[in-house]
């Protein structure tokens, strides 16, 4: 073989001496058709060419010496002009024979007739071939729905997932790449894209999960490998109609659907159960070697199947799924138990090295010890049986945290361990994931619903103790599952065909995790009339299916809401609110504290300490991205209980656990220490752990930083001694369950120059050299993004913003001297926070800024708002309360030629509602002054238009103005 470009690809002909193509796969070669170099027939260099030469007009001459006809490239049918020599001798010596004028013999010359004939046939036919375009390129894989050319490209077969008869089942799939180009084929039991009834015309679709780095770490995570692209094909009818080529943006959050962003189509193509994919290389920002490939078929009804292992084109992959094999929440001590199934399938032919179990456990297949290393074979699944002799201990949990694999490959582990009590259950309830605690207290069942298995609701309990209250949620199918893919099945255009890119889609969407939701919403004064109205909401959209073990009105006032969201089997937040609405269908909550959960495949249990709800009524939500199921129960109370404190361990997933240090449960988990600066000039994603840092945080100018679920701790030696520092460029997200802290009293700098997004996570302990100054300081245009979060144990100010554009919603800022402070031509958008407890104020805003507060609770701080300083100011649907600590107290506070436009403002309990101060307008309408000491007061040359307001109850005046100013009323209602 010829060493020439491509000349490693599998199925190439380029580089090949006589069209020779070696299988790689198969370790063959593959015979010609008689061809040179591997292009055309009976061609040298493929062209019809000797040396390449070729006619001016771009045609090639067939069998012609330098493309001629001649050779030396003389005249027509002569060596060197028709003479030896050009002499007409050899050597330059007469011969013997008789020559013509031409220097030929007799018979020569007829010869030489005959030849000339020859040559001008073969001209007529060489100048009608120059005429005729190029052949085209053989291509590796023609997309045209036939597939007899993967016939040489090894196609891997797939146990199906899905119940026999299921056309939706993926049962094989292939890949290859060469020329360019990346070649997929994917098979079904039956046709695919077929879609629904004529009636609806819902198609299907199929979605194949590109890894093109070969780190699950960047891109969109699904089902153990990162995506870095995603080619998504609808059809219905057998036709496709939707070839899209989507790319994972850079920053994203690595569950956020909305990563994708569209980069163009594909070709692809279709027949029976069968399709085809060619994708070029450049469009994939150039050819990975490590590049995994991850099937998704998703049916018109809403059904998925997914490949039970991704593709490779290099390395080996493994898929273990575990599945617990605990039959009973309570097994008999010093037993040897089978208590963990793993079942393995591989992707290619290799070898598993090594299993992470404790040694404790014993594999088996069948009856069989497994002895390592254990052979894989390719597409074939082989499982295993994990034993264990299990001492007496209050807790006992298995699972596989990692497997070894030849050649370099990798490993996916999906599922849920085993964990079960041994010997005994305890005699009140443990949250640590084992439910054999929960074996004594009554399930009322909930009857079937049309929402998807895992957030439809199969049994409901709860139970009351002196101090705390324990819930038990039980679900049809996989409990927290989530859903990776977060788009539903389109209906098919008009005018089906080639389809395209469609659209140019929205770029700025707000993210789309697929997260399940539990919510349990509590009517703790069993009033229905105060608190969340629950039969009367339309956030919910269904009224609940009522499973009671106490009375149950058909209304309930929610006063507090537990929270629990998950997604792959795993929790990723746990909370407790306080209803904040400012009336029963107000959707807000201000957050009081975590709440204890931990979950097994289906069943979730939640431990609230500090608050008994014996007997108080409650409505239980399983919400999806898809759908939701609700039931409703009241609170028991089972007289054999103790009281205990909630005080678990963890298991090494992270869910609950009290294991005995004789059970062969995995270690807990351990912090990651990082001793010095930790310094992100390139993109960086850390996720699911703890890390102390012992030095500085710095994002540079070029660096790109994303941390979900991890808590850092800032290890310091005195307050301000260390910082995290965004650099100009740089760009830090920071979600989904993270919690940024001190490790220690002191707190430390948060300083951002570039980009932030901060979002469901809690920041506490920033540090502040000034009581103004605090907490995140954003000092640049290119925002920050503030979401979900909590603030607190800050010093001086939660976020301070200066020459910045900042947007912050759903935020509680709790306990600090000031909530928001903000300065400097900035524009700030406040959307659905609370501020309790500021000393200072809630927001503070001066000099240029421009500022909206919307949907906003204000309470128990000195004073709500101030703005002064040219500050234009825009209010709408904010409470402020209570807002009167020491000798201040405003809801809002208006100075130094500063403007406010105000709607449906509820200012109660407050020294002033409104205070306006020097050259300062207002704009107010629709809102209500009550029980303050005066409403509005209006100080030197200050001018307000109030329309259709309330004044009630306050104790000096509802409106006073000191000094010049002026007063516009309409609609005055109560003084």
């Not at 759908?627 to 007289?639: L, M, T």
């Not at 361990?649 to 351990?670: N, Q, V, W």
């Not at 409470?879 to 449906?904: C, E, P, Q």
Request: hydrophobic residues 35%.
């Amino acid at each position: 073989m010829t060493k020439g470009k491509n000349a490693k690809g599998v199925g190439s002909r380029r580089g090949l001496t006589n069209g020779c193509i070696r299988d790689i796969a198969k370790n063959v070669s593959i015979a010609p058709s008689g061809l040179t170099n591997g292009k055309g027939h009976g061609l040298t260099n493929g062209n019809g060419c000797t040396n390449g030469l070729g006619s001016p007009s771009g045609g090639k001459t067939k069998g012609l010496t330098n493309g001629c006809g001649q050779v030396n490239g003389f005249r027509a049918g002569f060596t060197n002009g028709g003479l030896t020599n050009g002499l007409g001798q050899t050597n330059g010596l007469a011969g013997q024979h008789r020559f013509n004028k031409l220097g030929m013999q007799p018979t020569i010359r007829r010869r030489f007739a005959a030849f000339l004939v020859a040559l001008l046939v073969a001209g007529l036919v060489g100048s009608y071939l120059i005429l005729l375009p190029p052949p085209p390129p053989i291509k590796l894989v023609s997309i045209d729905g036939s597939f007899g050319d993967w016939d040489k490209v090894r196609t891997l077969p797939f146990t199906p997932l899905l119940p026999s008869g299921s056309p939706l089942r993926i049962t094989t799939a292939a890949a290859t790449a060469g020329d360019g180009r990346l070649f997929l084929l994917v098979g079904t039991a039956g046709p695919i894209l077929n879609g629904g009834a004529p009636s609806n015309r819902t198609m299907d679709s199929l979605h194949a999960f590109l890894d093109l780095d070969g780190d699950a770490s960047t891109g969109y995570f699904v089902k153990g490998i990162g995506a870095d692209a995603r080619i998504s094909l609808e059809g219905w009818g057998g036709d496709i109609t939707t070839r899209e080529l989507f790319m994972f943006g850079k920053g994203s959050n690595h569950s956020d659907w909305h990563g994708f962003k569209l980069a163009g189509s594909v070709a692809a193509a279709c027949s029976g159960n069968r399709t085809e994919v060619e994708i070029p290389w450049d469009l994939l920002t150039g050819e990975k070697p490590g590049i995994r490939i991850l099937w998704c078929a998703a049916g018109y009804d809403g059904s998925f199947d997914w490949a039970p292992v991704p593709l490779a084109l290099s390395k080996p992959m493994v898929s273990v799924i575990q599945e617990s094999l605990v039959q009973e929440d309570v097994l008999a001590a010093d037993s040897n138990t089978h208590v963990l199934s793993l079942a393995l399938t591989s992707n290619s032919d290799c070898t598993v090295t090594a299993f992470n179990l404790s040694s404790q456990v014993r594999l088996y297949e069948g009856a069989d010890p497994v002895s390592l290393p254990l052979a894989l074979e390719a597409g074939k699944e082989r499982r295993l049986l994990a034993s264990a002799q299990i001492p007496s201990a209050t807790t006992f949990g298995l699972s596989l945290d990692g497997l070894g694999v030849s050649d370099g490959g990798h490993a996916v582990i999906s599922g849920k361990g085993a964990r079960a009590y041994v010997g005994s259950s305890p005699d009140h309830i443990v949250v640590d994931g084992a439910f054999g605690d929960w074996g004594r207290i009554a399930k009322p069942s909930d009857p079937r619903d049309a929402a998807p298995s895992s957030i439809d609701i199969s049994k409901v309990a709860s139970v009351g103790e002196l101090n705390a209250t324990f819930f038990y949620i039980e679900a049809v199918g996989d409990l927290m599952a989530g859903a990776a893919i977060l788009e539903k099945n389109g209906i098919v255009p008009n005018g089906t065909g080639n389809g395209g890119v469609g659209d140019t889609p929205v770029t700025h969407l707000p993210p789309l995790y697929g997260e399940d939701a539990l919510r349990i919403f509590v009517d703790i004064d069993d009033d229905p009339l105060t608190g969340y109205s629950i039969a009367d909401d339309t956030y919910l959209q269904s009224s609940p299916s009522v499973i009671v073990s106490g009375p149950l009105s058909a209304t309930i006032g929610a006063d507090y809401a537990i929270n629990v969201t998950g997604k792959d089997g795993k929790i990723w937040n746990n909370e407790i609110f306080r209803f904040a609405g400012a009336n029963r269908l107000d959707w807000k909550w201000s957050r009081i504290s975590s709440v204890d959960a931990a979950c097994d495949d289906r069943r979730i249990e939640i431990g609230l300490d500090g608050m008994n709800l014996t007997g108080r009524p409650l409505v239980v939500q399983l919400k999806g991205w898809s759908g939701e199921d609700r039931a409703a129960v009241s609170v028991g109370s089972v007289p054999t209980v103790q009281t205990r404190a909630l005080v678990p361990t963890r298991f090494a997933d992270g869910t609950h656990d009290t294991p005995a240090s004789s059970a062969p449960s995995p270690p807990s988990p351990s912090a990651e220490y990082i001793d010095g600066d930790w310094i992100v000039s390139d993109a960086n994603v850390t996720q699911d752990k703890e890390i102390i840092l012992n030095g500085n945080l710095t994002v540079t100018g070029t660096g790109n930083l994303t941390l979900s679920n991890v808590t850092l701790r800032i290890n310091q030696t005195a307050s301000g001694a260390c910082s995290i520092n965004v650099s100009s460029g740089g760009q830090l997200y920071i979600n989904q369950g993270c919690n940024i802290t001190s490790n220690n009293t002191y707190y430390y700098w948060f300083l951002v120059y570039g980009k932030i997004k901060f979002e469901s996570s809690t920041l506490s302990r920033t540090h502040s050299q000034l009581p103004k100054l605090g907490g995140i300081h954003i000092y640049s245009y290119e925002g920050a993004y503030v979401g979900n979060s909590t603030f607190h144990d800050y010093n001086g100010a939660g976020m301070t913003i200066e020459y910045a554009n900042a947007t912050i919603f759903n935020t509680t800022f709790l306990d600090g001297f000031r909530g928001i402070w903000g300065r400097y031509w900035s524009n700030i958008s406040v959307e659905g926070c609370t501020f309790v407890n500021c000393g200072d104020a809630g927001l503070r805003v001066a000099s240029d800024v421009t500022m909206y507060v919307g949907n906003t609770t204000i309470r128990d701080g000195t004073d709500g708002i101030e703005a002064a300083f040219r500050t234009n100011l825009t209010v709408f649907n904010v409470t402020m309360l209570d807002n009167r600590d020491g000798v201040g107290g405003t809801g809002i506070l208006l100075s130094y030629n500063s403007k406010v436009s105000a709607a449906r403002l509820n200012a109660t309990n407050n020294l002033y509602g409104i205070d306006m101060d020097y050259d300062s307008n207002a704009t107010i309408s629709d809102s209500v002054f009550r029980n303050d000491d005066t409403g509005i007061h209006l100080f030197s040359n200050c001018n307000a238009t109030i329309t259709n307001c309330t004044f009630s109850n306050n104790i000096y005046t509802g409106i006073e103005v000191s000094t010049s100013g002026s007063v516009a009323l309409t609609g005055l209602l109560g003084f």
